[in-house]
């Protein structure tokens, strides 16, 4: 029985006639655990894309990034990973929730190489677990279903400049949010981060917006 493939996955593989190469590929590249060549690969990773569903049925991707290394690997088949302070909607949070099947995509567009994990996620709101991390609000704890290597064929080469300097870590003390900063947002903001902006002063929609536009290392 596959683990993958659904009826409507079968009508396309046979509309197209690539059922019995559908049935091969999943027999060598899907696994129900981490390898140790997956392992290695994920623990040194610094952003993966998240996808998540929410209460409506809709998939929600999301890019998270850290330092190098913020997705541990506990063990064969369990992940941990941070989830960081963001822009307070908490939509992939909220989506783990409430549905717990979570998508994951590593990708190293250098060499390129990507690698897909499905499994069940489980928030982690205090404890050890959170703890070991710096900065984290909450903990993602991942069981992992399936994991398999993608081909790379249509991956585009990039090569990485720099970490964020917002990854918790980087520098000694993460720096604040700029668009915390905004004027408009400051009722609306959290106390403790209003307390921060009156100590080092506002910006404007327009001011932040310029600087993401052109790329400022600020922001």
Request: proline residues 5%; hydrophobic residues 40%.
């Amino acid at each position: 029985m596959s683990r993958l493939y659904g009826d409507i996955h079968r009508a396309m593989q046979m509309a197209f006639d690539t059922r019995t190469l559908a049935d091969r590929l999943e027999g060598m590249i899907v696994k129900p655990e981490l390898d140790d060549v997956a392992s290695a690969f994920i623990a040194s990773r610094d952003m993966f894309f998240l996808t998540t569903i929410d209460h409506q049925g809709r998939p929600t991707v999301s890019y998270k990034g850290g330092s190098p290394g913020f997705v541990r690997v506990l063990d064969a088949t369990t992940l941990l990973f941070p989830s960081y302070d963001g822009n307070g909607m908490y939509l992939s949070m909220g989506n783990v929730s409430a549905n717990p099947e979570i998508g994951m995509l590593f990708m190293d567009f250098e060499k390129p190489f990507r690698l897909r994990a499905q499994g069940r996620a489980e928030l982690i709101v205090s404890g050890p677990e959170l703890d070991g991390f710096k900065d984290a609000e909450m903990a993602v704890k991942v069981t992992i279903h399936e994991t398999w290597m993608n081909c790379p064929r249509y991956v585009h080469r990039f090569k990485k400049l720099e970490t964020s300097r917002y990854a918790p870590g980087v520098e000694a003390e993460t720096p604040f949010c700029e668009w915390k900063r905004i004027d408009s947002m400051q009722d609306v903001v959290r106390p403790a981060e209003r307390s921060k902006v009156e100590a080092i002063g506002t910006t404007t929609i327009d001011e932040w917006m310029g600087k993401v536009m052109s790329g400022d290392k600020g922001v």
